[in-house]
């Protein structure tokens, strides 16, 4: 079989699959893992070792290749979608990717992250995660004290197949109201995506039906400034309700002028 780079063989695979079910208008392209084997097979390529990869690859990592976009309606893009256990659909939205405000203000947090931990620390989503429990970046944005409940839930949701979250919190507020938050986090290159946060609310729904789901994605900006957003799902669109910039400094690089600053803003802000 020929010898190809893992992205091409994924762009081949992807690409094929994707025109051999495409009729010109329609908004939905369904597929299985299936459909890797024999589309391996029958382009000559060697099938990758881990096929959950190639989702992954495009729907964080990797744009799909021009000849599938260019297929998009014009106001929308595709993005991957679990619809079952091994079945997946390409689906025309509005919004795909989720990127950080770059007007939007730093907020300075004194840093509590342990030094051993800063010693070691990467910067991939464990080290971002690990961040914000440490500085309870939580509850800060949330207004609600928040519980770290599981690392890395892994489950299956009806009508998607198997979902995995980041970290899952619980939480309670002042009036007794209790709350789920599924976290998503990325790290490095990758980039958060609508279909995670829509599979997130939905797995809250399935698994958490008693509890107020509050969609939570957090991603390094750079080093120590950390991006945080809450969203909503609104019919069958993911919104964003609140994006929040927050700085985590050394106690000695938060000046009383700048905590003065803060304490005027206004509280929407």
């Not at 690859?57 to 991957?80: G, H, Y």
């Not at 689906?91 to 010693?119: C, E, H, S, W, Y």
């Not at 690990?130 to 509850?139: A, M």
């Amino acid at each position: 079989m020929e010898s190809v780079k893992p992205e091409n063989r994924y762009s081949a695979i992807i690409e094929y699959i994707f025109h051999e079910r495409y009729i010109d208008g329609i908004e939905r392209v369904e597929f299985k893992r299936t459909d890797f084997e024999t589309t391996a097979e029958t382009l000559g390529i060697k099938l990758p070792k881990n096929l959950g990869d190639v989702i992954y690859s495009f729907k964080f990592r990797t744009a799909l290749p021009e000849s599938i976009v260019n297929k998009a309606p014009s106001d929308k893009e595709w993005v991957i979608k679990n619809v079952g256990r091994g079945e997946y659909a390409f689906v025309a939205t509005k919004v795909a990717r989720i990127l950080p405000d770059t007007m939007l203000l730093n907020v300075k947090v004194p840093d509590a992250t342990p030094g051993i931990v800063q010693l070691f620390a990467l910067s991939d989503e464990q080290a971002l995660l690990t961040k914000v429990r440490y500085n309870r970046l939580l509850d800060i944005f949330t207004g609600v004290t928040c519980y770290s409940l599981q690392n890395h839930l892994r489950t299956t949701v009806p009508g998607i197949g198997q979902v995995e979250t980041d970290e899952i919190y619980v939480g309670i507020d002042k009036q007794g109201k209790q709350y789920v938050f599924p976290v998503q986090a990325k790290g490095g290159s990758d980039e958060l995506g609508v279909v995670q946060i829509e599979q997130d609310i939905l797995l809250c729904r399935s698994k958490y039906p008693d509890l107020i789901c509050r969609a939570i994605a957090t991603q390094f900006i750079k080093d120590n400034l950390i991006a945080m957003f809450e969203f909503v799902l609104d019919g069958d669109e993911v919104k964003k309700v609140t994006e929040k910039h927050y700085e985590l400094v050394s106690s000695d690089n938060l000046s009383k002028e700048e905590i003065r600053k803060y304490n005027e803003l206004p509280d929407q802000i």
